[in-house]
Nanobody, 114 residues
Framework: QVQLVESGGGLVQPGGSLRLSCAASGSIFSINTMGWYRQAPGKQREFVGN???????SYAGSVKARFTISRDNANNTAYLHMNSLKPEDTAVYYCNIYSGGLYWGQGTQVTVSS
């Protein structure tokens, strides 16, 4: 079993920045991929980006120039660095990890509003 805990969400003004964290614990394989998704009210959950244990990243086109994913393999933690935030980035942000199975965190709310 793997547990994921996200943190770092909150209220930010348009143009601002936030950093989300996702800490994984439990039975984690050394080779894994950690990802970020988001779900806005009334919309389906959508892919934001991911990072594998080698540090290779992939991003959705809507965030590619503004968001960066990094990770600390020693602590099984992934980060989502969000810059130039827009109101349309408002959503619950979830992290997941594929490590012998797919596991999800509980989500953290990000609200971009003036």
């Amino acid at each position: 079993q793997v547990q994921l805990v996200e943190s770092g969400g909150g209220l930010v003004q348009p143009g601002g920045s936030l950093r989300l964290s996702c800490a994984a614990s439990g039975s984690i394989f050394s080779i894994n991929t950690m990802g970020w998704y988001r779900q806005a009210p009334g919309k389906q959950r959508e892919f934001v980006g991911n990072i594998n244990s080698g540090g290779r990243t992939s991003y959705a086109g809507s965030v590619k120039a503004r968001f960066t994913i990094s990770r600390d393999n020693a602590n099984n933690t992934a980060y989502l660095h969000m810059n130039s935030l827009k109101p349309e980035d408002t959503a619950v942000y979830y992290c997941n990890i594929y490590s012998g199975g797919l596991y999800w965190g509980q989500g953290t709310q990000v609200t971009v509003s003036s």
